[in-house]
């Protein structure tokens, strides 16, 4: 398997071109929360919500190829082997259950759909999934997939626009506070982004 690794400035510029695709205020209006479960089902990936593990250690799962899935049966706690089609994004269950998860629940969304954009042709017909596997090793993929799903889930030209808008009177950390709020993303991912692109 042969690793294509993006410079950064590209995976800003693909993230640009997947939100425009969608609707072009996402990346020149007001600054807001991305709909990344509607722009996921735009690229004609279906969304499933299902306990991957029963210690909720693999939080998503990017399918390529038609299969089996060993997902978690909570009621009767057991493993099952649940059908899903190339092109399914598995997300686990557990991150839906609370309202602080949400940061979580999203970055997930993103991450998947970064693999989609990124790696489907690396791994279709291969068989693998791309799963992300809480304090994952980083691999080159991995590094990608984070990039890109932070660059659509915190466009940079909103978050620059948000930035300037919020930080007057704003300590740092109440900054973070209202930016991961408007993005609904959490306070590490929103940290993450401002000091990457040295605004913090
Ligand atoms: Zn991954």
């Known amino acids: 398997m042969t690793n294509i690794y993006y410079q950064e400035q590209v995976l800003e510029n693909i993230a640009r071109k997947v939100l425009c695709g969608y609707d072009s205020a996402l990346y020149y209006g007001s600054p807001a929360a991305v709909p990344i479960e509607e722009m996921i089902e735009a ?4 969304l499933e919500y299902q306990y991957l593990r029963k210690n909720g250690r693999i939080l998503g799962k990017t399918i390529f190829d038609e299969g089996l899935e060993a997902v978690y049966d909570m009621e009767n706690r057991e493993y099952t082997l649940f059908p899903v089609q190339a092109g399914t994004i598995l997300i686990d269950a ?48 991995e590094v990608q997939a984070n990039m890109l799903g932070s660059a659509i889930l915190m466009p ?9 808008q919020l930080r007057g009177g704003r300590q740092d950390g109440q900054l973070i506070d209202d930016m991961a709020n408007v993005f609904q993303v959490s306070r590490q991912a929103m940290r993450i982004r401002l000091t990457n692109h040295r605004l913090l």
């Open 43 to 46: 690229h004609g990936v279906s």
């Open 94 to 141: 557990s991150l839906c259950e609370e309202d602080a998860s949400t940061g979580r629940l999203r970055f997930t969304c993103a991450h998947e759909l970064a693999h989609w954009i990124l790696h489907k042709k690396l791994y279709t017909g291969t068989g693998r999934s791309a799963a992300m596997i809480t304090e994952q090793s980083e691999t080159t993929l």
């Open 156 to 164: 940079i030209a909103q978050i620059k626009r948000c930035f300037y």
